[in-house]
């Protein structure tokens, strides 16, 4: 079945410091790729998407591109601030209104940035 | 729009007792999911409505789970005879067939402790 790949944490850095957290699928289909943001206490935000191909989701500062020829969906800022520690979470799903639309989800990564 | 909330935000039972969560989705989303979150991994499908038809169950949700939504606008989660591992944060989100983005609204979860 349709699965989540996403490095194992925790992800310790300085603040300023370039984050990469990889994230591979694999999917029988076509499924559109998430990032999920969950800050200490609080519920899962959605960070960022990308529904095809090429495409490019940013928000935040965060970006991740769909490459389907490596089946990944990386994560990556340039510069991280203390605010960004939190667990970020990589996801996929079928994308078109006749699926399930249910969410798979990787194991979480958990960053921690230092001052 | 108010976001989907979750009630109660915390349970504590004992093993062997019934308990029930309610969802109370974005109003007029049509779809519905339930998800289970257990420490350190990334939430797991768990089911999931269209309007007040439950179309899919995961194997997750084994006999003492039941899921209703009964008029396609809240949804309840009963657990029977909890058990020790049945503790986890259980998260509701919801969905619009009309947004073209199939993009999922999670609520702030219900954390389950079974002692």
């Known amino acids: 079945g349709d699965s989540v790949t996403q490095m194992e944490g925790p992800v310790t850095l300085s603040e300023e410091a370039f984050l990469t957290i990889n994230c591979t699928y694999t999917?029988?289909?076509?499924?559109?790729l998430f990032w999920y943001v969950q800050y200490p206490g609080e519920g899962l935000q959605l960070l960022l998407k990308?529904?095809?191909?090429?495409d490019k989701g940013s928000n935040k500062g965060f970006e991740a591109t769909y490459r389907k020829e490596t089946t990944s969906f990386h994560l990556e800022k340039g510069s991280v601030q203390v605010s960004d520690s939190a667990v970020y979470f990589c996801a996929l799903s079928e994308g078109y209104g006749g699926a399930t639309n249910k969410l798979i989800f990787g194991t979480g990564t958990l960053l921690a940035v230092q001052p | 729009d108010t976001g989907v909330s979750q009630d109660p935000r915390h349970k504590i039972t004992k093993r062997g007792q019934n308990v029930t969560f309610r969802c109370d989705p974005i109003?007029?989303?049509?779809?519905l999911y339930w998800y289970r979150q257990t420490l350190g991994q990334g939430p797991e499908f768990l089911t999931y409505f269209q309007n007040e038809a439950q179309l899919e169950k995961s194997r997750l949700l084994s006999d003492r789970f039941s899921a209703e939504r009964p008029k396609g606008s809240f949804s309840t989660l009963e657990i029977q005879r909890t058990e020790q591992g049945d503790s986890a944060m259980y998260l509701c989100a919801s969905l619009s067939l009309a947004q073209a983005s199939y993009e999922q609204y999670f609520g702030p979860g219900t954390r389950l402790t079974v002692t």
């Open positions: 109003s007029e989303h049509n779809r």
């Open positions: 990308a529904t095809k191909a090429d």
């Open positions: 999917a029988t289909g076509y499924p559109s």
